[in-house]
């Protein structure tokens, strides 16, 4: 498995952001070809030291790194990286890796 972590620091305005997020780009997102799975954290993001600058975490699922260099490559993965722009006024982090269960 694979996965795509998106970190997405607090917004400008979080009503807005809640409004994008879950409406036309959650949709977008879910078009992107091989997505297996996708999850969010609900609530503060914690750490031990505390409370952190993140207002919510997405993590999207696939079958391998190849699986999501292409669904990243597709034009519905540019899609998505382009609407970026059109929520995340607090900035967003996303990293790409594999993973296993252990």
Do not use: W
Not at 3 to 10: L, Q
Not at 32 to 60: C, D, E, N
Not at 67 to 80: D, M, N, P, R, T
């Amino acid at each position: 498995m694979a996965m795509i972590i998106a970190m997405y620091k607090t917004p400008t305005d979080p009503a807005e952001f809640d409004r994008y997020y879950f409406g036309p780009h959650v949709k977008l997102a879910k078009t992107v070809p091989g997505l297996k799975g996708y999850r969010i954290t609900r609530g503060p993001i914690m750490a031990m030291a505390g409370a952190q600058p993140y207002y919510l975490i997405a993590v999207l699922t696939f079958e391998s790194m190849q699986a999501v260099q292409a669904a990243l490559a597709s034009k519905e993965g540019q899609a998505v990286a382009a609407d970026l722009a059109n929520f995340a006024t607090g900035g967003v982090e996303v990293f790409f890796s594999e993973s296993e269960k252990i």
